[in-house]
């Protein structure tokens, strides 16, 4: 993207929603947890909606988002018999928002009859992922939207 910005005075904005897409897909699709009981992994990225822009007024670069992800987690219960059972569902959080802190994300977590366990256990390996979130959005495009000088 070529920006024409003296001073970068003026409001430039990047849409970067495809690009979060395939950050959430690259960085948090197999994200897993196992243990003697369980095996827990987020399967896939089924959905990831809302804006997702970088921006840059005055000189300062910041990213404003407001996404909507839907995960997808399959994995199994483990038993003694060579029967494990297999589970499935879904993690959303309905508001992944720019301005938030990690201990406001809200999951809503349905995974057939182990939402317990995975809030437990898988939670807090994704919300480890998620807080990079920010920083790699800024840095992968904050060239994009600043004027050099030369």
């Known amino acids: 993207m070529v920006v024409h910005n003296p001073n970068n005075w ?5 849409n970067c929603l495809p690009w979060a897409k395939t950050y959430f897909n690259d960085n948090i699709k ?12 987020i399967s896939d990225i089924q959905s990831v909606t809302g804006h997702c822009d970088v921006t840059q007024r005055k000189g300062n670069v910041l990213c404003i988002y407001d996404l909507r992800l839907v995960f997808n987690v399959s994995g199994k219960k483990k038993s003694n018999s060579d029967d494990d059972e297999s589970i499935s569902g879904t993690i959303t959080i309905d508001e992944f928002e720019h301005d938030q802190d990690k201990s406001e994300y809200v999951y809503k977590i349905v995974v057939d009859d182990v939402s317990t ?3 437990k256990y898988l939670i807090p390996l994704l919300t480890s992922k998620l807080v990079k979130f920010q920083p790699d959005l800024i840095e992968a495009h904050a060239k994009d ?3 050099t000088e030369k």
């Not at 003026?10 to 990047?14: C, G, N, P, Q």
């Open 10 to 14: 003026h409001w430039v904005d990047k």
């Open 117 to 119: 366990e995975v809030d």
């Open 145 to 147: 939207v600043q004027h």
């Open 30 to 41: 197999n994200t897993s947890f196992e243990n003697d009981e369980f095996n827990f992994y």
